[in-house]
């Protein structure tokens, strides 16, 4: 290939024995990760959130578009509101609107319809996928965007992680009530509400196992 818009790429070599190391290095990280959610008053500097999303921001992306935008909201008002709209939404969900199932399901994480988290977390950061832009009233397209936003997430969650800092992935539903909220533009929809912030002292997550190599993949050698 030999575009006039294309420079090298420039990367790090590793040995077989560092790259192996690396790995298991990040998997311990990783798997230190849980969903958290009682948080810290502990105040965390915003230049910390910056790069997060920053990192969010290197996710591939389809024909790279970049199709999200990260809402934080730090401001107290702000996340009492948004904690006021969840919980109002959260009450219909858990008294009559999720099947029986599903609140089975969701016993052993004791969650309930209360989200004091939204308060709590000194940090929302309220995820929105841009279906497609509006950019001075003219529309054009984004591609693959709920694959491209997931990612981004991913990426978002694991800095979050790297920091040291805690998370929870909240999905109240319905939840156009964000766009509202945070007066978004009409080509934006939440996507996720990431409370972010240090976790509380004694915070205690369920008791709860991951899958095995071999129940979530399969070699074809
Ligand atoms: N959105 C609700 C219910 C809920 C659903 C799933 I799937 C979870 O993993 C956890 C909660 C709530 O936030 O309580």
Not at 113 to 134: D, M, R, T
Request: aromatic share 10%; net charge negative; proline share 5%.
């Amino acid at each position: 290939m030999h575009q006039e818009n294309f420079i090298p790429y420039e990367y790090e070599v590793l040995s077989e024995d560092q790259a192996l190391e690396r790995s298991r290095q990040f998997l311990e990280l990783m798997n230190s990760r849980r969903t958290v959610r009682e948080f810290s008053s502990r105040p965390v500097p915003e230049e910390i959130i910056k790069n997060i999303v920053k990192v969010a921001g290197t996710a591939p992306s389809g024909a790279h578009k970049q199709p999200y935008t990260f809402c934080v909201v730090s401001n107290d008002e702000l996340k009492s509101k948004i904690r006021a709209m969840a919980e109002q939404e959260e009450f219909i969900n858990y008294n009559g609107r999720m099947s029986d199932d599903w609140i089975e399901d969701l016993k052993v994480f004791g969650t309930n319809y209360q989200k004091l988290f939204i308060e709590e977390a000194p940090y929302l950061i309220v995820v929105f996928k841009k279906s497609y832009n509006l950019d001075d009233g003219e529309k054009t397209r984004n591609y693959y965007v709920n694959e491209s936003v997931g990612i981004a997430v991913g990426m978002l969650l694991s800095a979050i992680h790297n920091a040291g800092l805690a998370a929870l992935t909240h999905t109240p539903s319905p939840m156009n009530f964000l766009a509202e909220a945070l007066g978004r533009p009409k080509n934006e929809k939440a996507y996720l509400n990431i409370p972010v912030g240090y976790p509380k002292e004694d915070a205690k997550v369920p008791n709860i196992q991951r899958k095995s190599l071999d129940d979530i993949a399969k070699f074809y050698r």
